[in-house]
């Protein structure tokens, strides 16, 4: 079988799992008033006539139809009013998504690089001094309180040296963007301020958000290249002790060689299924991260949601959540596939 051929193969079976994330979603709703439900569709607060509403979205029907009516809603891209936020939940969704999409953007390729060459390290120099320092690291980050670095990284660059203040810009900042976008003199091409910076010759704004992104993004490394490293390392040491590794060294190819073009590239399928979900996670937004280093994301705003019964807001964040995790399984299989032509076959 093809590579393109298994990718059409796998993009069909998201289809039948979508929908099983859907139902999920809506059976979910059941355990809600009607009231609630209906915040689901229309913004509650402009509501006149609850019967009508009723009757318009047959919020009083058999179930089924229910599921289809919500499901055609969903696909049109209705998935209800926050009220938290005050807006309907898609586009709040999608201005929330730029704040950890940036994070995500710039600690995901350090965490997985740096995770996989540590890994590779220390498998291959088992039980040596490089090995054992790794090892304390990956025993560190993994035991670590996620808010517990993330408030000390805080207190000693920020309180201590001024350094890498929380957000996501500084205040000039925020007041150049606020009134160039009014003015017309500044455009946001993608919500991503390290981005945008640069598309409108500001480098200034770039320096700043990334002095902002810094404490965020090296917490999420401490905490999250651990479990990479010890996956890596542990899929490594398999490897190198499979006989097509001695029968290579017997042939006499170098080291580099047998260890970079035949055990790592092996080696990488455990850690490409680990390194989807972490960036799928990073980009569904990291709650604590989020929340304490003050960055308006989509992790502190479902935080936020949940905090306040804001039911449609938590609701779809789970349904887009679903969907960024289907997606992180769709490429971690073609690159399953791309790695190891053998599961093409399965």
């Not at 807006?87 to 709040?92: K, L, N, R």
Request: proline share 4%; charged share 15%.
């Amino acid at each position: 079988m093809g590579l393109g051929t298994y990718i059409i193969r796998r993009l069909l079976l998201l289809i039948p799992i979508l929908l099983g994330v859907s139902i999920i979603i809506f059976a979910i709703t059941e355990f809600f008033d009607p009231y609630a439900r209906a915040s689901l569709y229309v913004n509650p607060t402009k509501v006149k006539d609850w019967d009508a509403v009723f009757a318009r979205y047959g919020l009083l029907d058999p179930v089924y139809i229910r599921y289809v009516r919500w499901l055609n809603e969903v696909i049109h891209g209705n998935l209800g009013y926050s009220k938290e936020n005050r807006m309907f939940v898609v586009p709040c969704i999608m201005s929330k998504f730029p704040a950890s999409a940036e994070i995500a953007l710039f600690s995901t390729p350090l965490t997985i690089l740096l995770g996989i060459w540590l890994g590779v390290k220390s498998a291959v120099h088992r039980d040596k001094i490089v090995d054992h320092i790794t090892r304390v690291i990956a025993i560190i980050g993994w035991s670590l309180p996620t808010f517990w670095s993330a408030i000390i990284l805080l207190s000693v660059f920020y309180g201590g040296f001024g350094l890498f203040p929380p957000g996501r810009l500084g205040n000039a900042a925020e007041d150049f963007i606020s009134r160039g976008v009014r003015a017309g003199t500044y455009t946001v091409y993608t919500g991503l301020n390290t981005i945008d910076g640069l598309l409108n010759g500001q480098l200034w704004i770039t320096w700043d958000a990334l002095m902002h992104l810094f404490l965020p993004c090296i917490n999420l490394v401490i905490v999250q290249i651990a479990l990479l490293i010890r996956v890596m390392r542990s899929s490594m040491l398999e490897e190198l002790n499979k006989g097509y590794i001695t029968t290579a060294k017997a042939k006499g190819l170098a080291q580099g060689e047998v260890i970079n073009k035949h055990a790592r590239r092996n080696a990488l399928i455990p850690t490409i299924t680990l390194s989807g979900l972490l960036i799928a996670g990073m980009m569904t937004g990291v709650v604590i991260t989020e929340t304490v280093f003050h960055i308006d994301g989509l992790g502190s705003a479902a935080a936020n949601a949940a905090l306040h019964y804001d039911i449609p807001f938590v609701l779809g964040f789970a349904m887009f959540t679903g969907i960024v995790y289907v997606l992180a399984n769709l490429i971690v299989d073609v690159l399953y596939a791309y790695i190891d032509p053998r599961i093409r076959l399965g």
